[in-house]
């Protein structure tokens, strides 16, 4: 299965960038317009994926990768196997938003939201098609090291485990930072019956760490 | 060699280690030196298999990826080659130490520093010269920048032959962007020993790249393919030996000579090559290597005319200097988007200026450009120590501009240009100046040419300026430029460069001249101009002589340029009715910069300033913490309120004056954290505010923030910080600020900070947002 970007969604931009309701002049509109044209062009999205099947102790079998943590566990309550997935917009994206910093900010923050608004697209048709793959079973949500208690430390093991860099190009630094910055890694578990999407919330969210929202003490109503 | 010339490489390491118990995840080549029988027994089977050059288990040995594992690289890789040694025994194998990607993004996407990476390829083949290494191989690369670290890595520090191949997706183009004739024309510039591909797909999909590979040069090829495609849900590879071998067969029909196996295969595999491969290689005539000029992700064939634009350059211009001398890179490497966007196909880079330190600020602005712009470079300067900084800055095949026929001058920059694989514009002038005849400019070309053919340079990366000279002053010199740009494409089949604007000078409406200079040089044979790109009428001559010389095949460039033609902007009419303010407030750059110029008719620098742009600054901001508008407005209209600053500044720079400036901020985003975009939005809105910011960057190191907070002296300092991970460097920053003894005020912002949080780590303020950063500046320097 290809990785899919089908659509960046307009509201959802609007709130990344911190839009509440209001008028939205036609300057910006057709600025949005515009940056969501770039940023299609310019994406190429890739993802990896790879199954495996739990311990009894939670970890990968024939790995030493041990999911950390309450959390996880309870999503993983019913599964006895676990997708491990990584997806990305590659590095044109990076360079369209790092070139946009310097010639044009407005265009920039646009492009950011955008990024966004782009990398959850591509990840929800990835678990949309991993969903039909593996029917009748069922999928859990995404769980992405960092979310609950999992510490985020987890990133460099799931790394090595699914050889995200040398299979979709995306890097991770010493501080636990993905390259480009619009990727993301996560864990699905696979079950026999039908799972609550018990994670959705801002926990699950890729934006939690930076979401404008939640640091106001509200939320974006996604969920 | 069994083969005379066949040579049979090794297949997979790691899965086959796997095989035998290594742990999915675990480190391979700790297995080098606690079961050091197991790596030498996997190697047997391919060395019994066929393989004639085994590659090292050290494929991750570097200093990054083994910390913590209780060996040094150095021993790691020792290992990895007494294994190989002991599997080849006394067969005819040589011995390769294999090195893979570090694993850190490298500068500008990432954060290592090209410097940093070229330490932890050193510390390796260094290592493995010394453990007994044949030859280096650099496998599985995708950026260009990083080998180029490796290569030069390994041809300063050591005699091994280097091999380098490289991993690219279905596209043509490896995760960062590389193109297969950037990867060729950059690696055989290098001096590199033979080039291929490796991992990635599977050998049915690597044949078209190899077969555009061997267009752009002719060094040996190689070829070590995956087992075709993975099961995604298994990673289990698809295809068997047999298909494999069938497979890859064509190749040899393209003059590959180098054959192995990466992911999924086994020692099956590589008995399955040894066998099918003929005991005579094909006889293969190589096409002869197109060439080119190069970033690691846009090539400029020189196939036509290539617009070289010249806009980075001091000469000339104060508001330029001004900027080289308050090291504002932003407003450099502005000018080569600029020009990209008119239809620039290659940047001359000049950044030479009395009291500048040359070769430190062309490595910063070779980097900076490279972060923002694709397009190859050309190094300009006459200094051979800027030149050789940028050269070795440089990611991909860059010129220099210039020698000229002086042998000291041939002596000292030809064989940088050697070195680094660039191609140089020898200029026809020498000690006794510029000849007055075309004949004595064809002499120095020749001399220059043997010159640089003399020092190993390949002819085709000669390019020859025959020189303009201003046809007010010298009106006969324009005929015999162009007769000696004939004669040296003609006769002497070089490329040529010409700097045409000069031309003009003294004449009034000088592009009519310029852009009729322009049009009879090509024809002449010109094909690399040196123009200003954001002259619209340059580049409409361009368009059409490509049409005309046939080019731009069915004028498809040409008709693009003209159909997308935008009407042409109105200009904004002194005393239209919008306000200065309101001018801001809607985002309109082109009529905030045409009131403030009216403003400055009647009003001094510093009261536009005070009266205009900041109160009309002030009105956006209030509006945006009411949230009646959001951040994209609130940065135009910062935006707008530049292109104000933007003129004050060229006024004051003009008069020559020291510029107004409300104080200076320094910005960091902290060590280990490369999300800047917040502290780029702060410091857009700052700089709006009439604040010299001095940005050090992200990812930035505590001492250099404490240095500069000390060499600067500035009263406040601005730090970012966007993730839980990073915060804790933001408080090491504070805490080494406060220790200096340096009472700067210190604001901190970013998405996990809290007005509580900020202050438990010591910061003075808590900015929750551009606006507020800019009333804490307010506060502190007034």
């Known amino acids: 299965m290809e990785a899919r970007l089908t659509e960046i969604e307009r509201n959802q931009v609007l709130q990344y960038l911190g839009y509440r309701g209001g008028g939205v002049s036609a300057e910006v509109e057709a600025d949005i317009a515009r940056c969501r044209a770039q940023l299609m062009a310019a994406a190429k999205p890739r993802a990896a994926w790879r199954l495996f099947s739990l311990t009894d102790d939670g970890a ?72 039909a793959t593996f029917a009748p079973r069922y999928l859990t949500d995404r769980f992405s090291p960092g979310y609950g208690d999992m510490p985020l430390s987890q990133q460099a093991e799931l790394f090595g485990v699914l050889d995200v860099t040398r299979r979709i190009g995306v890097s991770l630094s010493a501080s636990g930072l993905m390259l480009p910055q619009k990727s993301v890694t996560a864990l699905v578990g696979v079950a026999d019956r039908p799972q609550k999407m018990r994670h959705r919330g801002c926990a699950a969210c890729n934006l939690f760490e930076n979401c404008a929202f939640r640091k106001e003490g509200s939320n974006c109503g996604a969920f | 060699m069994e083969r005379s010339e066949l040579i049979i490489l090794d297949g997979a390491m790691g899965t086959m280690l796997q095989a035998a118990g290594l742990p999915v995840g675990q480190l391979p080549e700790l297995w080098n030196i606690t079961e050091p029988e197991k790596v030498t027994a996997v190697q047997r089977q391919y060395v019994e298999a066929g393989s004639r050059v085994l590659y090292t288990n050290t494929f991750g040995a570097n200093r990054h990826k083994v910390s913590g594992c209780g060996y040094s690289p150095a021993e790691l890789i020792a290992g990895g080659v007494r294994c190989a040694r002991a599997a080849a025994g006394d067969k005819a194998v040589r011995v390769a130490l294999d090195i893979g990607p570090i694993g850190q993004l490298l500068e500008p996407l990432g954060t290592l520093r090209f410097e940093d990476a070229y330490d932890i390829f050193k510390e390796m083949v260094v290592a493995g010269e010394q453990a007994g290494a044949d030859l280096v191989i650099f496998e599985t690369m995708s950026d260009l920048y990083e080998v180029k670290a490796a290569v030069l890595a390994a041809k300063e520090n050591t005699k091994l032959p280097v091999w380098v191949t490289m991993t690219f997706e279905a596209s043509g183009r490896t995760f960062v962007g590389a193109t297969v004739p950037a990867m ?22 690597l044949l078209p790249m190899i077969s555009e590979l061997r267009q752009w040069t002719t060094l040996p090829l190689i070829l070590k393919p995956n087992a075709g495609l993975p099961d995604p849900a298994t990673g289990a590879y698809g295809i068997t030996p047999e298909d494999f071998t069938a497979e890859l067969l064509p190749a040899l029909s393209m003059g590959v000579k180098i054959f192995g196996g990466c992911c999924g295969t086994t020692p099956d595999f590589i008995r399955a090559l040894n066998q099918a491969l003929p005991a005579e290689p094909p006889l293969v005539k190589r096409p002869p290597a197109k060439n080119g000029v190069c970033s690691a992700t846009c090539t400029a064939a020189l196939d036509g005319v290539r617009v070289i634009g010249e806009r980075i350059n001091p000469t000339g211009k104060r508001r330029f200097q001004q900027a080289l001398r308050e090291g504002d890179i932003p407003y450099i490497i502005e000018r080569g988007i600029e020009q990209q966007d008119a239809g620039a196909e290659i940047l001359d880079v000049n950044v030479g200026l009395p ?107 000669v390019f020859i300026d025959c020189l303009t000279l201003t046809v007010s002053a010298q009106q006969e010199q324009a005929v015999e430029t162009l007769r000696a740009v004939r004669f040296v494409t003609e006769e002497l089949g070089l490329h040529t460069v010409l700097g045409v604007s000069n031309i003009s000078f003294g004449l009034p409406a000088r592009e009519n001249i310029t852009v009729n200079f322009l049009t009879q040089a090509m024809h002449a044979g010109l094909d690399l101009p040196i123009v200003n790109p954001n002259q619209a009428a340059v580049m409409d001559a361009v368009s059409a002589f490509r049409v005309l010389s046939g080019q731009d095949r069915d004028a498809e460039r040409y008709i693009q340029r003209f159909a997308n033609a935008a009407a042409p902007e109105s200009v904004p009419q002194a005393g239209s009715r919008m306000s200065l303010p309101d001018a801001i407030m809607r985002g309109l750059k082109a009529e905030t910069a045409a009131l403030t110029r009216e403003a400055l008719e009647t009003q001094s620098e ?31 209209a910062a935006n707008a309120a530049c292109e104000g600053f933007e003129v004050i500044k060229k006024q004051i720079a003009k008069q020559g004056r020291d510029s107004v400036s409300k104080g200076k901020i320094i910005l960091a985003t902290v060590q280990g954290d490369i999300h800047d975009i917040g502290k780029n939005i702060v410091r857009v809105v700052l700089e709006n505010y009439g604040y010299t910011v001095i940005d050090l960057g992200r990812d930035v190191p505590v001492r250099e923030v404490v240095d500069a907070v000390i060499r600067e002296d500035v009263r406040l300092v601005g730090l970012s910080a966007l993730m839980t991970t990073t915060v804790v460097s933001m408080a090491e920053t504070i805490a080494a600020i406060r220790a200096s003894g340096h009472d700067c005020k210190i604001m901190v912002g970013g998405a996990v900070l809290t007005p509580d949080y900020a202050e438990e780590i010591g910061a003075d303020f808590y900015a929750k947002d551009a606006k507020q950063s800019a009333d804490i500046a307010r506060q502190v320097l007034g």
Request: aromatic share 2%; charged share 20%; hydrophobic share 45%.
């Open chain 1, 60 to 131: 990968l079998a024939g790995t030493s990768f041990v999911l950390q943590g309450q959390d996880i566990r309870l999503l993983l309550h019913d599964c006895t196997e676990v997708i491990l997935l990584a997806a990305t917009l590659g590095s044109e994206v990076e360079r369209l938003i790092r070139r946009a910093q310097v010639s044009n900010m407005t265009d920039a923050v646009i492009l950011d939201a955008c990024g966004s608004a782009a990398i959850e697209n591509v990840c929800d048709n990835l678990c949309a098609d991993l969903a």
């Open chain 2, 184 to 205: 060729a024309l950059t690696l055989t510039g290098l001096g590199v020993d033979a080039v291929g591909f490796n991992c990635s797909l599977g050998p049915k999909e």
């Open chain 2, 355 to 461: 009291g500048i330190n040359e070769p430190e600020m062309m490595v910063r602005v070779v980097k900076a450009l490279q972060s923002v712009v694709d397009l190859p470079l050309q190094i300009d300067s006459s200094d051979p120590a800027a030149i050789e900084a940028g050269l070795r800055a440089v990611n991909g095949k860059a010129i220099v501009n210039s020698v000229n026929g002086n042998a000291e001058v041939l002596d000292a920059i030809l064989p940088l240009c050697k070195k680094y694989g660039a191609a140089v514009v020898g200029l026809c002038m020498d000690h006794d100046g510029i000849p007055q005849t075309w004949q004595g400019r064809v002499a120095i070309a020749e001399r220059i040419l043997n010159a640089a053919l003399s020092h190993g340079m390949k002819r085709e990366d």
């Open chain 2, 606 to 636: 510093m009261d536009v300033v005070n009266t205009l742009l900041i109160p009309a600054l002030d009105r956006v901001g209030e509006r945006y913490e009411k949230q009646e508008i959001f951040l994209p407005q609130l940065i135009n």
